[in-house]
């Protein structure tokens, strides 16, 4: 029986993981296209995945701060 958990982070359902039988990781399914990037990575468990999620949103975040203030300066 593989074992899944739901990955979110804020109000966003960021992806899934699943660990399939005799399987040691955690498998990432992304659910939104903001989290495309970790699709297919593995974990070792539940709290790393959502630790990454959370990480690659909060990256994602200042990306695009620092591209909307490029745009400001550049105007």
């Not at 005799?22 to 959502?50: I, K, P, Q, T, V």
């Not at 990454?52 to 550049?74: G, K, L, N, Q, Y």
């Amino acid at each position: 029986m593989s074992k899944s958990y739901v990955i979110e982070v804020g109000d966003e359902q960021a992806g899934l993981i699943i660990r399939d039988v005799g399987e040691r990781d955690y498998l990432f399914h992304a659910a939104l296209d903001d989290y495309r990037a970790l699709e297919g990575r593995r974990f070792a468990n539940a709290f790393l995945a959502e630790r990454a999620a959370a990480s690659h949103a909060s990256s994602r975040r200042r990306r695009r701060r620092a591209s909307a203030e490029r745009e400001v300066f550049a105007a």
